[in-house]
């Protein structure tokens, strides 16, 4: 069981920016493979957003391509994405997910919320 700790929700007007961090809360022994952020907005299904594989490659939804931004720290067990010019349509809960030892982890979700 792999836990992960999701960080840097919260509440920004139109336009804002907001940070959000995953890590891998235990010592692995092997390497994660994949890492990604999905968002489930209220009443809506839960969508995928972004990932990074272990070689940086990265892929994103249209709806977020060229705003937000994923990235793999160098210690390879956090994972960030950067949200930018964001909209009201970004409100949702984001959830981070991680592909290790060939099993799908799931965060706890954090919460963004974005005002017109």
């Known amino acids: 069981q792999v836990q992960l700790i999701e960080s840097g929700g919260g509440s920004v007007q139109a336009g804002g920016s907001l940070n959000l961090s995953c890590e891998v809360a235990e010592r692995i022994f092997h390497p994660i493979s994949i890492m990604g952020w999905y968002r489930q907005p209220p009443g809506k299904e839960r969508d995928f957003i972004a990932n990074i594989i272990s070689a940086g490659y990265t892929n994103y939804a249209a709806s977020v391509k060229g705003r937000f931004t994923i990235s793999l720290l160098v210690n390879k067990r956090t994972t960030t994405l950067q949200m930018n010019s964001l909209k009201p349509d970004d409100t949702a809960v984001y959830y981070c997910?991680?592909?290790?030892?060939?099993?799908?982890?799931w965060g706890q979700g954090t919460q963004g919320t974005v005002s017109s």
């Open positions: 997910n991680v592909r290790y030892n060939g099993e799908y982890y």
